[in-house]
């Protein structure tokens, strides 16, 4: 797998340190497990003079603790070394989602927001929307902008409740704060 003094952090960090010395393995040798497998391409992807990274799904059939601790690794070496990931994730757990820094929200190929995590959900509360303690953050984030699932959230009583197309959220973004910062 990684040899030599310089990756001994990042074996630690990625939680490889117990199998350094273990084949990663395919299909004719058992090696490491499909969990220490994407750690490991993650790892190849860190490695090297890169400061920014696009990892598309790179969760996807892992348990949340193994996705808490690869996407803490990625938010520590961020942190570090001053680099940017773009990362798409499908629904992450709540403790995984309060681990980024910033958030792209997009819907039907549109920006919904884009900014720092915690403005989120003071933008859609603007629009009358509330996400409930009971409720995941992603979770709310996907039914909010969906025409089947947004009523449920719809919190400004003084109103009607009328369904905001993702295209109005979009528009209503660019007038937030978050959103005027940006442009």
């Known amino acids: ?66 996705a808490y601790q690869i996407v803490k690794c990625l938010q520590q070496i961020v942190h570090l070394t001053e680099a940017t990931i773009f990362m798409s994730l499908l629904q992450p757990a709540p403790e995984t989602f309060d681990l980024f820094d910033d958030i792209i929200l997009l819907s039907e190929g549109q920006i919904v927001y884009q900014g ?35 009523e449920q959230y719809w919190v400004d009583r003084s109103k009607p409740y009328r369904y905001i197309p993702v295209s109005e959220f979009a528009s209503r973004f660019k007038s937030f704060h978050v959103g005027m910062k940006l442009h």
């Open 1 to 66: 797998m990684f040899k030599g003094y310089h990756c001994c952090l990042l074996l630690k960090l990625l939680g490889l340190d117990i199998c350094k010395d273990t084949i990663v393995g395919d299909e004719m040798h058992r090696g490491v497990s499909g969990g220490q497998k994407k750690r490991v391409t993650t790892g190849e992807m860190i490695v090297g003079p890169t400061k920014t990274l696009f990892m598309d799904k790179i969760l996807t059939g892992l348990d949340s603790s193994t």
């Open 116 to 150: 720092p995590r915690e403005h989120i959900v003071e933008f859609f509360e603007t629009c009358g929307f509330k996400c409930p303690e009971r409720k995941g953050l992603a979770d709310f984030l996907q039914e909010v902008t969906s025409k089947k699932d947004q």
